[in-house]
């Protein structure tokens, strides 16, 4: 497994929890956090340097990307010192969510294929060891 097959692997299992999310499955919200605050944690620290290290013409999209997690990671934050019986609650899972996806999208379209014709697919089989 390389690193962007390992950072779109963890994006599909948060797009299903999202999908709970959607039909009103706020039990989910949790796991979510977990989630989203370990899979932030291996893009800022093994990801995201490497990539700015390696491919410099990425750098301005990394730097949106990491003021991005930054939204996240309040609104996860704040999700997680809430009731889930707030009236905000949904309202904030559902603005994650969004953030979320719309961070997804962009990496997905296109910082991942800049990435990987960069780097190759032997740099990023040693990125996701170190990412593992």
């Known amino acids: 497994m390389d690193a962007i097959v390992l950072l779109r692997t963890q994006h599909r ?4 929890l999202f999908k709970a999310v959607d039909k009103g499955d706020l039990s989910v919200v949790p796991e979510i956090c977990a989630a989203l605050e370990e899979h932030a944690l291996i893009e800022e620290d093994v990801f995201y340097p490497a990539v700015r290290a390696e491919v410099p013409d990425e750098a301005s999209d990394i730097l949106e990307s990491l003021e991005e997690h930054l939204i996240v990671k309040r609104l996860v934050a704040e999700l997680r010192e809430m009731d889930p019986d707030d009236e905000a609650y949904e309202a904030k899972a559902t603005v994650l969510a969004e953030n979320v996806r719309h961070h997804v999208r962009e ?10 014709s960069a780097l190759g697919r032997k740099r990023l089989v040693e ?4 990412m593992q």
């Open 13 to 16: 299992e948060v797009e299903k």
């Open 107 to 116: 990496e997905e379209d296109e910082l991942f294929p800049a990435v990987r």
């Open 127 to 130: 990125l996701a060891d170190e």
